[in-house]
């Protein structure tokens, strides 16, 4: 099993920024790679970025240039910069873990940003 919780969220104003983080806990061992979906209201939930535990990351085109995922493996934390955001960005942003038979998720943080 694995815990994660995340941090983080806020409202900020179109054009600021806000660093969510993730904490990981249990059976951490077993984690390769960690990440961040997103879900808006009425919409399906999306990936936003992953990172693998050697530091490979694969971020959603809507975002890239703008987050940036990071994480440290000594903390089994991982951490998403998010700048320059946008109104649509508003959503609940969940960390997550693919585990071997299922994945984890945190309880999920509000980002809202106003326009």
């Known amino acids: 099993q694995v815990q994660l919780v995340e941090s983080g969220g806020g409202l900020v104003q179109a054009g600021g920024s806000l660093r969510l983080s993730c904490a990981a806990s249990g059976s951490i061992f077993s984690i390769n790679a960690m990440g961040w979906y997103r879900q808006a209201p009425g919409k399906q939930r999306e990936l936003v970025a992953r990172i693998t535990s050697s530091g490979y990351t694969n971020i959603v085109d809507s975002v890239k240039g703008r987050f940036t995922i990071s994480r440290d493996n000594a903390k089994n934390m991982v951490y998403l910069q998010m700048n320059s955001l946008k109104p649509e960005d508003t959503a609940v942003y969940y960390c997550?873990?693919?585990?071997?038979?299922?994945?984890?998720w945190g309880q999920g943080t509000q980002v809202t940003v106003s326009s």
């Open positions: 997550w873990v693919p585990g071997g038979s299922r994945d984890y």
